[in-house]
């Protein structure tokens, strides 16, 4: 079955980086996109971006645009999310969700698996 | 702040129906499949709904979703204890480049 697996909670200071892992498990790890999707406290999810490990072709939010990498390791099926230069407005819940595509991977876009998300508290 | 509009709450008895709003643009659903998300506090999302009105394997009849122009609707019937969740609308954007989520409506059984 299909897994996304990510671990913990992570404490940063702001200016800081943080580096997140979702490895993925139960599927051709080069055949889907992962996104990375972030909730702060009481707000709306915000989707960050997405990485196809078949090209290491990335698709960045524009606001996170400088910000954020996001790479894969294909031997152990891993994607990670780095984001830079953290702020108190970074503190979230961090998902990553695979992308399932309905003809064009953007109009037909959805998140099909998702992961358990990783707390990520930005505090001086 | 989100280009899809949700009413923030919904609620119903169970066994009764709940439909969930879903407004966008020409840019986002006008043009775009939706897709619908469940989210229990502490887990991790599903997704109830993808292509509009398609569900996965081992999504319940229950749950439909359906579109017309730039708004979408989900549906809830037989309405049970273990739906009360957020959910959330979600779909491609053309103008922004990303992908956008709807601003989330809690479902209450009674």
């Known amino acids: 079955q299909v897994q996304l697996v990510q671990f913990g909670a992570e404490v940063k200071k702001p200016g800081a980086s943080v580096k997140l892992s979702c490895k993925t498990s139960g599927y051709t790890f080069s055949s889907n996109a992962i996104s990375w999707v972030r909730q702060a406290p009481g707000q709306e999810s915000e989707w960050m971006g997405w990485?196809?490990?078949?090209?290491?072709?990335?698709n960045y939010a524009q606001k996170l645009q400088g910000r954020i990498t996001m790479t894969t390791e294909t031997s152990t099926s891993t994607v990670y999310m780095e984001l830079r230069s953290l702020r108190s407005d970074d503190t979230a819940m961090y998902y990553c969700?695979?992308?399932?595509?309905?003809?064009?991977?953007?109009?037909?876009?959805?998140?099909?698996?998702w992961g358990q998300g990783t707390l990520v508290t930005v505090s001086s | 702040q989100s280009v899809l509009t949700q009413p923030p709450s919904v609620s119903a008895a169970p066994g009764q129906e709940v439909t969930i709003s879903c407004s966008g643009g020409s840019s986002n659903i006008g043009n775009n499949f939706v897709s619908w998300y469940q989210h229990l506090p502490g887990t991790a999302p599903k997704l109830l709904i993808y292509?509009?009105?398609k569900r996965p394997s081992g999504i319940p009849d229950r749950f439909s979703g359906s579109k017309s122009g730039t708004s979408a609707t989900l549906a809830i019937t037989g309405l049970q204890t273990g739906d009360e969740a957020d959910y959330y609308c979600?779909?491609?954007?053309?103008?922004?480049?990303?992908?956008?989520f709807g601003t989330g409506t809690k479902v209450t059984v009674l």
């Open positions: 979600g779909t491609w954007d053309t103008s922004l480049s990303a992908y956008v």
């Open positions: 969700a695979r992308r399932r595509c309905s003809g064009t991977c953007y109009s037909g876009a959805s998140l099909d698996y």
């Open positions: 292509d509009n009105n």
């Open positions: 990485i196809d490990p078949n090209t290491g072709d990335t």
